[in-house]
């Protein structure tokens, strides 16, 4: 069974930064995209952004410019640095990673409060 692994959520003020972790389990084996998406409470879950196996990404408006994601050293691995946060911004935030079959596979979620 796939797995997505993901860790780096908490409460931090508003301007702060945090860096959320994703790790996809081995047996997803290639992926075509991996990225993040975000719930708040009431809303509907919607994209942060995607990175592309060809290094393309796709970023919500809301987050251009404070948000960047990168791919870490082992293999489908990949972080989400976030800076100047603001309240909202809190959310629960999900990896989401889809397999070479272009099969879709979710984290359990982490949360990230931003206080103001």
């Known amino acids: 069974q796939v797995q997505l692994v993901e860790s780096g959520g908490g409460l931090v003020q508003a301007g702060g930064s945090l860096r959320l972790s994703c790790a996809a389990s081995e047996n997803i084996g290639s992926t075509k995209a991996m990225g993040w998406f975000r719930q708040a409470p009431g809303k509907q879950r919607e994209l942060v952004v995607m990175l592309g196996n060809d290094d393309s990404t796709n970023y919500a408006d809301s987050v251009k410019g404070r948000f960047t994601i990168s791919r870490g050293n082992a293999k489908n691995t990949v972080y989400l640095q976030m800076t100047s946060l603001k309240p909202e911004d809190t959310a629960v935030y999900y990896c989401?990673?889809?397999?070479?079959?272009?099969?879709?596979?979710w984290g359990q979620g982490t949360q990230v409060t931003v206080s103001s």
């Open positions: 989401n990673a889809w397999s070479a079959t272009w099969e879709s596979y």
